[in-house]
């Protein structure tokens, strides 16, 4: 079964947290960077943070510097975000990605492997 499964979305208020959680068979998850994109109601969709294979490389988008952290653990074939100090626009369907390439993540250019996305909302 090769995909990626999200979970650890849901509703939280202003300034509260979420962590979600990324889990991807080894066959996927091993040797690749891995990452989170959004797509917010009406919006296109947005980087978020990529991760490269060894923890060597990471790179957030503006938006989330500072309040999002990324890590991975490769015994496990998983990936968290947490997500702290949580704002109405940080409201959007969050989804793992996983690429060879860590800058083909941040270019958003032929991603090898998309979850099937997780909704986070935050109320104000």
């Known amino acids: 079964q090769e995909e990626l499964v999200e979970s650890g979305g849901g509703l939280v208020q202003t300034g509260g947290s979420l962590t979600l959680s990324c889990v991807a068979p080894?066959?996927?998850?091993?040797?690749?960077?891995m990452g989170w994109f959004r797509q917010a109601p009406g919006k296109e969709r947005e980087f978020v943070v990529a991760v490269g294979w060894d923890d060597d490389r990471v790179q957030y988008a503006d938006s989330v510097k500072g309040r999002f952290t990324i890590s991975r653990n490769n015994a496990k074939n998983t990936v968290l975000l947490q997500m702290d100090s949580l704002k109405p626009e940080d409201t959007a369907v969050y989804y793992c990605v996983a690429d060879l390439s860590f800058g083909d993540i941040i270019d958003d250019y032929g991603i090898d492997y998309w979850g099937k996305g997780t909704l986070v909302t935050v109320s104000s």
């Open positions: 080894s066959l996927i998850f091993s040797g690749r960077a």
